[in-house]
């Protein structure tokens, strides 16, 4: 043991170097610290330029190699021509203008898909207003009635813009083409491709009498 106390407490002291609290920070770290803000703010603002229902969407989206998709694929494939019709069994009505069914095609072969009624556009259950909920909400009823119809046939199949589902004509026992009959109603609108524009522009004219 050193005679002298101090000595001991020397010997045990971290290194100056350790203990300094002014010690110079390394020049990469700073920048980073900088930059860290500015691509929190480029992040966010890429984020706002993506529609919302592609968000709202994402979470429940369809690949485009799973099962349904290579259904709608199989669909499209034994379709026919455009006049060719195909029994379907409706197994939900998911809005004013798509339904699940499953499809008889040729040959035996069932098979289930989403089915989009070609030539409408209907509002959006997920809503941008109270008004277009309460359209929405009464063009899914409207569009369950007409298929509550019975011998429910789809033809005229093309593709659609989303995996997993098909576009088609739809005519049941009494209808011959539900989309004219929805349009008639005022329950949705024609549509033909392209831009569509917001259902809550003008929302209590659109609403059907």
Same mark, same amino acid.
């Given at each position: 043991?050193? !005679?002298?106390?101090? =000595?001991?407490?020397?010997?045990?002291?971290?290194?100056? &170097?350790?203990?300094?609290?002014?010690?110079?920070?390394?020049?990469?770290? $700073?920048?980073?610290?900088?930059?860290?803000?500015?691509?929190?703010?480029?992040?966010?603002?890429?984020?706002?330029?993506?529609?919302?229902?592609?968000?709202?969407?994402?979470?429940?989206?369809?690949?485009? *190699?799973? =099962?349904?998709?290579? !259904?709608?694929?199989?669909?499209?494939?034994?379709?026919?021509?455009? !006049?060719? $019709?195909?029994?379907? !069994?409706?197994?939900?009505?998911? *809005?004013?203008?798509?339904? @699940?069914?499953?499809?008889?095609?040729?040959?035996?072969?069932?098979? +289930?898909?989403?089915?989009?009624?070609?030539?409408?556009?209907?509002? &959006?259950?997920?809503?941008?207003?109270? =008004?277009?909920?309460?359209?929405? @909400?009464?063009?899914?009823?409207?569009?369950?009635?007409?298929?509550?119809?019975?011998?429910? $046939?789809?033809?005229?199949?093309?593709?659609?813009?989303?995996?997993?589902?098909?576009?088609?004509?739809?005519?049941?026992?009494?209808?011959?083409?539900?989309?004219?009959?929805?349009?008639?109603?005022?329950?949705?609108?024609?549509?033909?491709?392209?831009?569509?524009?917001?259902?809550?522009? +003008?929302?209590? =004219?659109?609403?059907?009498?």
């Amino acid at each position: 043991m050193p !005679d002298d106390p101090t =000595q001991l407490l020397v010997g045990h002291m971290p290194s100056y &170097e350790r203990m300094n609290p002014y010690r110079r920070r390394r020049p990469g770290r $700073r920048l980073i610290s900088a930059a860290l803000p500015w691509v929190f703010v480029a992040c966010v603002a890429a984020a706002s330029n993506l529609p919302m229902r592609q968000w709202i969407d994402w979470p429940w989206s369809r690949p485009a *190699d799973s =099962q349904a998709a290579r !259904d709608a694929e199989t669909i499209l494939k034994r379709a026919g021509s455009p !006049d060719t $019709r195909h029994a379907v !069994d409706v197994i939900r009505t998911i *809005d004013g203008d798509t339904f @699940e069914a499953r499809v008889h095609l040729e040959g035996g072969v069932d098979l +289930n898909t989403r089915i989009r009624l070609r030539g409408i556009d209907a509002p &959006e259950l997920k809503a941008s207003c109270p =008004q277009e909920l309460q359209m929405a @909400e009464t063009a899914t009823g409207a569009l369950r009635a007409l298929l509550g119809e019975g011998d429910v $046939r789809i033809f005229n199949i093309g593709p659609d813009k989303y995996a997993g589902r098909v576009v088609a004509d739809v005519a049941t026992r009494r209808t011959g083409n539900v989309s004219t009959a929805m349009i008639s109603a005022g329950y949705v609108r024609s549509y033909g491709g392209g831009h569509r524009n917001s259902w809550c522009a +003008n929302a209590s =004219q659109a609403l059907p009498k």
